[in-house]
């Protein structure tokens, strides 16, 4: 269970998940892989994408389980052309002009992603009662730096760039997305995901007034709509958290701007400065570092502890700064979780 850290009576000790929990440093995930085709293949598959989320609660025991997608389903859903390609990440035909965004398929949306919302519900069934599942899009800015940019990027040169050259254009897109992805998220859970999650994993390097514009507006927007598409369905328990991934000291703006119930901050944020900077309401959610968990040994056990003694009596769920890696060992991730357990 998850959803208790958002209650104002939150449980002494945290509830845990890790980001990208189902994934390649798990065997079992390797051969389903194998047999579903590509990894959009195995996005679109409700029958394996079901069997690989439940791969790490049957394992560790995690508290919540997280649809095993991908945030760039939504691109490939909207007509773009999108592959993984081994070794070096996700590959669009980008957008440049226009009529590239003119030809995006936002009537079909709904019909060609409907495997995910399917692979939603599938997952919702086969959970115990006990864990929630969470759902999630990426933010419309971290989507339009792959949507514009064809590739991921360190400095996100092109999306920065188109911009400031383009800003009509920019914020046709940015209002485009937030539509689609509050519809999306929306669906998720009517389908079953309790808990919402929107990864903005591009927020750092970004101006002020850009961070404004490119981040959090849109993705206020996407709030805004979200909550009152539940609310008019009788959905409000369902629960909203955000990762502006890198925002450093702009997460407080963050949290004060958009409606969330929930903030995932990443491993460089300053533990006890965080716990102070957001409002108690807040859910936190973070942030051991992704290396340390794959290092190991005495750092490791002496870092679990210090994040928990610090967000002690806070509203917080233990988790990673960022994705697990492919290289982390599995018992490293049972240590941690019998650690916090037992404390
Ligand atoms: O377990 C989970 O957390 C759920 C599944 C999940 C995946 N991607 C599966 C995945 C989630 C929540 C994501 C989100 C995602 N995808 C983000 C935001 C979070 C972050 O990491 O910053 C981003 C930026 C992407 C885009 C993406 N997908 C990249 C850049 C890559 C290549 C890098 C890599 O790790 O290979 C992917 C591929 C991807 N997404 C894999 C998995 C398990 C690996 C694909 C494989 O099995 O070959």
Redesign the pocket.
Known sequence: MILNAFSSNPPSIPSIW???????YLPE??KV?EHAGS?LD??YNPEFATI??MQ?IDKFDFDAA???????VVPDALGMQVS?V?????KLVPLTNQSDIDALNVENFHQEIDKVYQAVASIRKALPKDKDL?G?C?APW?LLT?MLGGV?SVDQKIGRLFSYNHPELMNQLLVLLSDVLADYLFMQAKNGAQVL?I?D??ASNLADDEFDRLVVEPTHNLVKKLKAKLKAAGMDAVKIIA?P?GAGEKYPYYAKNVDIDGLAFDTSVDLEWIRDAIHADITLQGNLDPLLLVAGGERLNKRVDHICDVMQGRRFIFNLG?????ETPQQHVHQVINQIRSR
Not at 18 to 24: E, L, T
Not at 66 to 72: A, N
Request: charged residues 15%; contains cysteine; positive net charge.
């Open positions: 890790f980001m990208r929990q189902a994934g390649r995930y390797l892989r990894f195995l996005c690989v989320t790490p997280i649809l095993f997608s991908d945030i760039l993984f081994k070794g070096e990440g996700p969470i999630f990426g971290t792959y991921g999650m990864f994993s591009w990762f991934r960022h994705g697990i890696i492919p």
